[in-house]
Structures are given as C-alpha cells and as structure tokens.
C-alpha cells in the first residue's frame, strides 16, 4: 500500500506530545520524556504518533534496541492506508543511524490490527506464553 501524499511523518514537538496526553490521557502510561516522538501530520493536525526509546536489549548480548512503546492512527477512517509502516520506517532509519541491533515491540494477542502491521512490515513474531498455556501477546522485532 501506498501511503497518501498528503501525510509527513516527523519528529514531534513538546507541545504537540503534550495536546496528545491532554485529549488521550491513557496513553499516558506510555509516553514518557525522552525518547523518539514521531508524528504523521496532515497540514497542521496530528493523524498518528510512535512513541519509541532506546535501551540495552535485556539479555547478556552488549545491543542496543528501539522498543516501540505504542504506534496509532488515531482517526479510523485513516487506518489501512500506509501511515504506521511510514512512522515504523523512520523509526527503522532512526535505529540504524543509532547502530541499534533490532527493534522490538510488545503486541497484545486481540490485537489483530497490529499483528498485520507488524507482519506487513517484515517484523518476526514470537508468541509470549503464560505458564497456564494461554497466550498474551507477541513480541515483534526487526534486526536491522
């Protein structure tokens, strides 16, 4: 799918990350200070957003690693028309400058939608198991 041309995808500013955590304040659990603020903007309004850090991978492997915390198109009627793989590809391109090793993310098991994303976009999956049998989520990664 091709994304639209009337959509940037950029670093997003303070104040935009704070109107976010204003108007979904659930996703404050997810954005933190620091970190990669990514937008997908169309002409002044804010569409989408990643919000990703970097940190040690944590096994004894000395790499680095970009988890993606949260990745949304917050409109609906926008989904499925390739903004979260353009956010994820800048994300990508932001890791390989950074010489990070992979990047990871945690995907809830209901969540299909994103399971797609994560499949169309080349990112392996690995199912995360509960001592019970039952499954929770997958771990997705890209190794750059």
Not at 79 to 94: E, V
Not at 129 to 134: C, I, L, T, V
Request: charged content about 20%.
């Amino acid at each position: 799918m091709i994304m639209r041309d009337d959509v940037m995808i950029r670093f997003g500013t303070e104040a935009e990350k704070q109107t976010l955590l204003n108007e979904y304040p659930e996703v404050k659990n997810l954005i933190r200070d620091g970190g990669y603020f990514i937008v997908a903007v169309i002409e002044d309004t804010v569409i989408g957003f990643l919000w990703a850090f970097k940190r040690e991978i944590p096994a004894p492997v000395e790499q680095s690693e970009i988890y993606v915390n949260i990745i949304e198109v917050i409109y609906t009627n926008l989904r499925c028309q390739g903004i979260a793989s353009a956010m994820l590809n800048k994300i990508i391109k932001i890791a390989k400058a950074e010489n990070a090793y992979q990047v990871r993310a945690f995907c809830d098991i209901r969540n299909v939608p994103s399971h797609s994303l994560w499949l169309k976009n080349r990112f392996s999956v690995s199912p995360v198991k509960m001592p019970d049998g039952s499954v929770t989520g997958s771990f997705v990664s890209y190794v750059l």
